[in-house]
Structure formats: C-alpha cells, structure tokens
C-alpha cells in the first residue's frame, strides 16, 4: 500500500500470534481452521509491514494453560513491556473461564459472542481508530452494522456457514447500544419500527455481517458462487440472498486459504524423515515404514497407502463414503498391498474400526485418533488421500497432500473445485483426481484413478510428483493469500461508501 491504513482483525479463534506485534504470550485458542486462517493472515500481514491489530477475547484459562491469577500477573508484566499494543484483548468474565472457544450450548456461546462484541465496540474501536475492520463469522456479526454507522470500511469473511440469532433486547441487556445502528442488522421479520421489533424480532448474526459489511469475502471462489447459485440446500435463504445482493453489487468475492508453512516436508519437525522434491521418492519410503511400524500396519515400503486426514463427519467430509467401498478396495488392490489410515475424530470413528475388526483388517486398516505429529506423519508417508467432502468453503488437506507428494482424490465442490485439477500424465498436468458424483461409485472411480498413477513407470511417476510438490508451494502460502487481502483492502478505501439499510 502507498499509505499504511490501519487494519483491525476482529476473530474468536487464533493459533498463535507473532512475538514482534508486540507480546510474549502464547495466544492460541482453537475451534476450528478459523484460528489457523486468523493467525497466518494476521501474521503475513505483519510481515508485509501492514499497520495491522488484532481484537480477541481474552481466553484466560485457554491461553498459555495459566491460571486465572498467574495469567493476569504475567499479562500486566507484559503490557509494561509495551509501547505500541497491536493485541487487543477483549476482557469479560464470560470467557476468562472457558476451557473451549465453543461450549456447545447456545446460549452460553451466544453470552460470549455478545461480551465479546460488545468490548470491540465500546472499547477496542475507539481505542484503535482503524481505517477497515475485517470481521470474521457470526461471532462478529454486529460489528459491520456499527462500522456502517461509524463510516467505517468493514470486509467481513465467511469461514463456516454456522449462525446465531437474538433479539435487540437481549443485546442491550448485554451493554450493546443496538439502538445507535439498529437498521443496518438483518432480522428475521421486516421491522417496522424500532420500538415494534425490540423484544421479539430475531437478528441473524452472519447475515447481518454480510447485510452490513462494505465488501464480503468467502474462503474460496467456488463455494461464493455456490451460494449465489443456491445449490447448498442447507444454506438459509436469508444468507443466500444477501450474499447474492453482495455479489451482483459487485461487493463479494473468494480468497483461499492457506496452510502453514510448518507443513512443508523439508522443515517438518513432527516427520521422522524430512525431504523434498528431489529425494521424495527414497525418503517417503522410509515414513511409511515407521508410520506402518508405529500404527501396527503391515511393513511394507512398497504398500500403496491411502490416508484420511480429516473429522469423521458424514454431514460434511463424506467419510459414509468411505466406509462403503473401504473393504472392496482392499479386496480388489489386495496384491498391491493397499493399506488405509484415519487420523480423525467424529461419528464416523467406530464405523472405521468395525469395519477393518469385523473384516480381520487391522493390518490393513488402521484407525487412529487425531493427534498433530501423527497426522503430520501420515502426510508425509502416504501416496493419497481422501477429501470427498459434500461441500467445502476452502479445505486445507488437499494442499498440504500437494506439498507432501500426496496426492488428494477429492470432490468436484467449493474449495476443492478452485485448488485440485485432474491429474492428466500424458501432457504433464493437475495435481489430483476429482470425482463429480457424490456417491459411493464416484469415490471408487477415482481410487481407481490414483491406483492407475501409482501403476505408472515410477520414474515418469517421480517426476509428476516433483512438479506438483514444486508448484504447491508455489500456489499455496500465506504471502500470495495476504496480498490478496491487500488488493482488497485497498479496493474498500477507494470504494464509494454507500449501501441502503431498512426503509422506514
């Protein structure tokens, strides 16, 4: 940027932040990528020399595993220390306690979303004075309402469909003037008044980030249009529409994510054997034996082996089709020696191990808990993996698979659509193998299609691999997702600042 406008990040969820913004503390709570996505932009951003700051709520019991007590004292050594505070830590006592992001009830999540709210906006705002606020997911959703009010540039960023709603009196009871910036939040019903609507008349959290916001991003093009398109049943019309409003206005877009640069095989430290483009072939072989070694598989470094890194969740990861078709894959590749390893928790967990149990398959078939250094193991030690996923904002997996030399077989869908073209060894192009039927038959499709790769010349399957590791950390980092957002940012200040709330 020309100039240096002050950006402030609001976020829920962050895995770390860097050491120089200004603080010691190991910040880091986590319920989901949101965190992950927070952290590496906030992080890029301060790298690319970005006035940047950061809002959160003040996770005492989650940060750095301290006490109540021992946290505040080392907090107030630190802001002691500081001479520029770029981490804003929002304080209540509604989340001093929590031991997660998200409890899991409503209402005590939307108790914390509304303390935490309602620090930004009485104290945090005035106290930072930012040119653009970038809001993320509905525990931010008031926010762009009141930026609207303050003429304030908001981007507000959709990472999970999930929402909340309340009521103006229940906000208010919260400390939150809604009165001063009412009509710029999206409710339920029409309002007629603010007096008519103030004790019955729901507000929806996201939509109303998207309703009020100055520019809407989703974590990935596809799943924008997507929505826009409404092909997701599951996404309420109140959402679809606005954010189509957004779009044709010109107002929304998709920007990926990004993985960390941690997963990188070459600089790995929870892999046994770190490597890279130019020794993967040897090196991986060697994960995969002590991998198989460790998860009780069958040692063997020339198994074809296929790994599932994420939830076990059939809403979403479409891990049902999985379990349909994981015994017909071992039977039909049995002379390839072709293993499968789950590294996941979710529904799906016991359905995974009956199935290699009943079967007699548990040195085929291992199904493990997550845990990061096993997860991280796994990539660095299988052929492919699995994201056959219903629906997916962005994913992250499929582009850490890339960057491993472990190719995904994904679902032609959101995020998956915008970062995995099918793998083509004849003219030397993709990265991976889609499938476009959501169904059992089309996830064996494509396993049959990662089996034909394997079958390859393991020289001319060598050299595939090299190019995609080489271009996945080329297309996936941190640098090309903050630049993004900058071209964004830039493009908000330029913006003319007009949008229409409730007609009255």
Same mark, same amino acid.
């Given at each position: 940027m020309a100039t240096k406008p002050r950006i402030l990040i609001v976020t829920p969820e962050v895995t770390y932040l860097p050491e120089d913004m200004g603080s010691q503390a190991n910040y880091s709570a986590k319920a989901g990528g949101l965190a992950d996505v927070s952290a590496a932009l906030i992080s890029a951003l301060f790298d690319l020399r970005c006035d940047v700051h950061v809002a959160l709520p003040d996770y005492r019991s989650i940060f750095n595993g301290y006490t109540p007590d021992a946290y505040s004292r080392e907090i107030e050594k630190i802001r002691a220390r500081l001479k520029d505070e770029r981490i804003h830590l929002a304080a209540d006592r509604a989340f001093y306690y929590l031991d997660h992001v998200y409890s899991g009830y409503s209402e005590k999540d939307l108790k914390v979303s509304l303390a935490f709210q309602r620090e930004v906006m009485n104290n945090i705002i005035p106290r930072v004075n930012p040119d653009i606020i970038h809001c993320n997911d509905w525990m931010t959703g008031l926010i762009p309402a009141m930026a609207r009010q303050l003429g304030i540039p908001c981007l507000f960023t959709i990472h +999970?469909?999930? =929402?909340?709603?309340? =009521?103006? *009196? /229940?906000? /208010? #009871?919260?400390?939150? #003037?809604?009165? %001063?910036?009412?009509?710029?939040? !999206?409710?339920k019903t029409p309002p007629h008044n603010y007096e008519e609507s103030r004790d019955w008349n729901r507000i929806d959290f996201l939509s109303s980030g998207v309703f009020a916001s100055h520019y809407v991003n989703t974590v990935s093009p596809t799943f924008l249009s997507e929505i826009v398109d409404d092909r997701h049943p599951f996404v309420e019309k109140c959402l679809q529409a606005e954010l189509s409003n957004k779009f044709l206005a010109g107002c929304a =877009?998709?920007? $990926?994510? *990004? &993985? /960390? &640069?941690?997963? +990188? &095989? *070459?600089? #790995? /430290?929870?892999?046994?054997h770190n490597y890279g483009p130019k020794n993967h072939k040897k090196i991986k072989?060697? +994960? @995969?034996? !002590? $991998?198989?070694q460790i998860v009780d598989l069958e040692v063997d470094e020339n198994a074809v082996l296929f790994f599932w890194p994420s939830r076990l969740d059939p809403v979403q990861k479409g891990c049902q089709l999985l379990a349909q078709i994981m015994y017909d894959?071992? %039977?039909? !590749?049995?002379?390839? @020696? $072709?293993?499968?390893i789950s590294v996941g928790d979710g529904e799906y967990f016991g359905h995974f191990q009956d199935i290699a149990r009943l079967h007699g398959l548990q040195n085929r078939i291992s199904v493990c808990h997550f845990n990061e250094s096993l997860s991280h193991q796994a990539f660095a030690a299988s052929d492919f993996l699995f994201m056959p996923s219903t629906f997916e904002p962005c994913g992250l997996p499929q582009m850490v698979g890339g960057i491993y030399g472990t190719l995904p077989i994904v679902h032609d869908t959101g995020g998956l659509h915008d970062t995995i073209r099918q793998l083509d060894s004849e003219n030397n192009q993709g990265n991976g193998f889609l499938f476009n039927v959501h169904d059992a038959g089309g996830l064996f499709w494509a396993v049959d299609r990662a089996m034909d790769f394997h079958f390859l010349d393991p020289d001319e399957k060598e050299q595939h691999l090299k190019r995609i590791m080489i271009d996945s950390v080329l297309e996936f980092n941190h640098t090309n997702c903050a630049e993004q957002y900058i071209i964004l940012y830039e493009k908000m200040l330029q913006r003319?600042?007009?949008?229409?709330?409730w007609n009255f």
């Open positions: +999970n469909i999930h =929402t909340m709603t309340s =009521t103006m *009196a /229940e906000i /208010e #009871d919260r400390g939150i #003037d809604i009165a %001063a910036f009412w009509k710029w939040l !999206y409710f =877009t998709g920007i $990926l994510n *990004a &993985p /960390e &640069p941690e997963f +990188n &095989p *070459a600089v #790995d /430290e929870l892999i046994r072989k060697k +994960n @995969k034996v !002590y $991998l198989q894959m071992v %039977a039909k !590749y049995w002379d390839s @020696k $072709l293993q499968i003319p600042f007009i949008v229409r709330p």
